[in-house]
């Protein structure tokens, strides 16, 4: 079972605007500003979407947001396209030194 | 452009070891921490492992403690992880990452060596 709780599964059709809850508790997302997304398409290496819960590197588009409040972070993917089916990861630091992440939610375009 | 590539996955009997190396390129290796991320078949991600730039700290996952140990070889911009007394929940995909130096987020992934646990 993994540390921050994700949905299984979420589903939208191009355009649309959905978004992916990452819960966690009051050891890493609760007290740590350290929330950071990753988009992983099969076979190929996971990409950083989001950074300090809601950062975005460099060459992301800002079609992808991230938010969070108190112990629930959430990221959102407005104007859905075909290319953005994937499995999305949430993780957070915590506390003594440890990396926690979701089980992940599959994405798919409808 | 950033580049991990990770080797040395395969098929092993529990109790046994195994070594995976990653080799970075299109970055300054020794001035970034690194990690080791893994995932087993229909699984999330679960964090293995962590060495800082210069190799001093290194940090652990309660899971491996004791028996994966993290190294690096900066005059070879090479990451490994030596795995001892494998176990079937040891079963996954392994990924080389390096940290972006930020907000503890891991900005560059490889593609992953896959090792199987299984007699």
């Known amino acids: 079972q993994s540390a921050l709780t994700q949905p299984a599964s979420v589903s939208g059709s191009p355009g649309q605007s959905i978004t992916i809850s990452c819960i966690g508790n009051?050891?890493?997302?609760?007290?740590?500003?350290?929330v950071s997304w990753y988009q992983h398409h099969p076979g190929k290496a996971p990409k950083l979407l989001i950074f300090?819960?809601?950062k975005r590197p460099a060459g992301v588009s800002d079609r992808f947001s991230g938010a969070k409040s108190g112990k629930t972070a959430s990221l959102t993917i407005s104007g859905l396209q075909a290319e953005d089916e994937a499995t999305y990861h949430c993780?957070?630091?915590?506390?003594?030194?440890?990396?926690?992440f979701g089980g992940g939610t599959k994405l798919t375009v409808l | 452009e950033v580049q991990l590539v990770e080797s040395g996955g395969a098929v092993i009997q529990p109790g046994g070891s195994l070594r995976l190396s990653c080799v970075a390129s299109?970055?300054?290796?020794?001035?970034?921490?690194m990690d080791w991320v893994r995932q087993a078949p229909g699984k999330g991600l679960e964090w293995v492992s962590r060495?800082?730039?210069?190799?001093?700290?290194?940090y652990y996952a309660e899971s491996v403690k004791g028996r994966f140990t993290i190294s690096r070889d900066n005059s070879e911009n090479s990451l490994y992880l030596q795995m001892n007394s494998l176990r079937s929940e040891d079963t996954a995909f392994y990924y080389c990452?390096?940290?972006?130096?930020?907000?503890?987020?891991?900005?560059?992934w490889g593609q992953g060596t896959l090792v199987t646990v299984s007699s």
């Open positions: 990452v390096k940290d972006g130096g930020y907000s503890f987020e891991f900005d560059h």
């Open positions: 299109g970055f300054n290796f020794e001035d970034y921490t």
């Open positions: 060495m800082s730039w210069d190799g001093e700290t290194t």
């Open positions: 009051s050891s890493d997302v609760g007290i740590y500003t350290f």
């Open positions: 300090g819960v809601s």
């Open positions: 993780g957070s630091y915590s506390t003594r030194s440890s990396w926690v």
